[in-house]
């Protein structure tokens, strides 16, 4: 199974920006989708950005233009760019990853999150 760990988070001034990193313990080239979630305290855990194995990428509306999902094989590692950061961004971001296995059984992992807070 896959292992993630977050990186990057901390606090910034509203309109700052962020680099969150979300490495895997394996090459993350057959994952057919990883992306990020943020679930603010008290709120349900919604989607922010995925990016497939092709390269495609999907942004929830609420981040199109602000935020920039990338993925760099060779590191095993998927990256979100978050710039003019709002304090409704204030949540903690989760790695995630969603693919199959040999068998063609389907799975899911999770990172243990990064905080990101946005305030003055």
């Known amino acids: 199974q896959v292992q993630l760990v977050e990186s990057g988070g901390g606090l910034v001034q509203p309109g700052g920006s962020l680099r969150l990193s979300c490495t895997a313990s394996r090459s993350i080239f057959s994952i057919s989708v990883m992306g990020w979630y943020r679930q603010a305290p008290g709120k349900e855990r919604e989607l922010v950005a995925t990016?497939?194995?092709?390269?495609?990428?999907n942004y929830a509306d609420f981040v199109k233009g602000r935020f920039t999902i990338s993925r760099d094989n060779a590191k095993n590692t998927v990256y979100l760019q978050m710039n003019s950061l709002k304090p409704e961004d204030t949540a903690v971001f989760h790695c995630?990853?969603?693919?199959?296995?040999?068998?063609?059984?389907?799975?899911?992992?999770w990172g243990q999150g990064t905080q990101v807070t946005v305030s003055s």
């Open positions: 995630y990853a969603n693919g199959a296995d040999f068998l063609g059984r389907p799975y899911s992992h």
């Open positions: 990016i497939t194995n092709g390269g495609s990428t």
